[in-house]
């Protein structure tokens, strides 16, 4: 069974850093591309970020691009993101997704029941 765990939400000032964690259980990681998705509260969810399977390659929305960072590390089976100069409007529940295949512009498929980030002072 496929299982996505995010972690590391929380109330933080505009300006501020967090830093997400996603485990991952129930496949081979190392596989498959890896993305984060946010949900503002009333919106819908909104694509922010994506990894291939060896973590070479990376893509960001324009609205988080040099601010967030995706990252994982195969060994232990886990997806980062490293969120920097938040926004209020960055409030919102965040998810890590599993996607189809290798790459990030493939469809996702699973996903975490996600990590509530509360952007303000």
């Known amino acids: 069974e496929v299982q996505l765990v995010e972690s590391g939400g929380g109330l933080v000032q505009p300006g501020g850093s967090l830093r997400l964690s996603c485990a991952a259980s129930?496949?081979?990681?190392?596989?498959?591309?890896m993305s984060w998705v946010r949900q503002a509260p009333g919106k819908g969810l909104e694509w922010l970020s994506g990894i291939n399977s060896g973590g070479s390659s990376t893509s960001y929305a324009d609205s988080v691009k040099g601010r967030f960072t995706i990252s994982r590390d195969n060994a232990k089976n886990t997806l980062y993101l490293q969120m920097n100069s938040l926004k209020p409007e960055g409030s919102a529940v965040y998810y890590c997704?599993?996607?189809?295949?290798?790459?990030?512009?493939?469809?996702?498929?699973?996903w975490g029941k996600g990590t509530l980030v509360t952007v303000s002072s």
């Open positions: 129930g496949f081979t990681f190392n596989n498959y591309a």
């Open positions: 997704a599993k996607n189809k295949r290798d790459n990030y512009t493939n469809a996702m498929d699973y």
